[in-house]
């Protein structure tokens, strides 16, 4: 796993602690001021050329679009860091990943049913 960067200061927002990291974002775990809530943010590895935020935008607004389904997770913001890398709020899912679920205690057969409907569910919405 690549090492973790420093979690960017995000005004009104407290950091926590880390969640993952990708190849292009990492992800962490902040606390909202106001509201009172845990939330996760996404944030770019790299400062956001024009190009790059243009995408950044339009991944946050598709996934706003989808964020009614109840398997997608809720956009709650988007912004710029003082240091030029874009976040997306996300609505924080204390449970953690499917995979981190899955190496602690396998899923019976109609647990992996459930799950794999849910999944289609959100998939076919996307």
Avoid: W
């Avoid at 995000?10 to 993952?20: A, K, N, R, V």
């Avoid at 944030?43 to 964020?67: G, H, I, K, Q």
């Amino acid at each position: 796993m690549p090492a973790q960067p420093t979690p960017p200061r995000i005004s009104g927002y407290d950091f926590i602690q880390p969640l993952g990291t990708g190849a292009t974002a990492s992800v962490y775990r902040y606390h909202q001021r106001v509201p009172s809530r845990d939330v996760a943010i996404k944030v770019s590895s790299a400062t956001l050329d024009p190009r790059a935020a243009a995408r950044f935008r339009n991944e946050a607004n598709y996934m706003a679009e989808l964020s009614a389904h109840p398997y997608i997770l809720s956009i709650h913001d988007t912004g710029v860091t003082s240091t030029g890398l874009g976040y997306i709020v996300l609505e924080y899912a204390p449970g953690g990943s499917y995979k981190e679920l899955i190496r602690k205690r396998p899923l019976t057969a109609d647990q992996m049913l459930d799950l794999g409907i849910k999944l289609c569910s959100a998939l076919f919405t996307a």
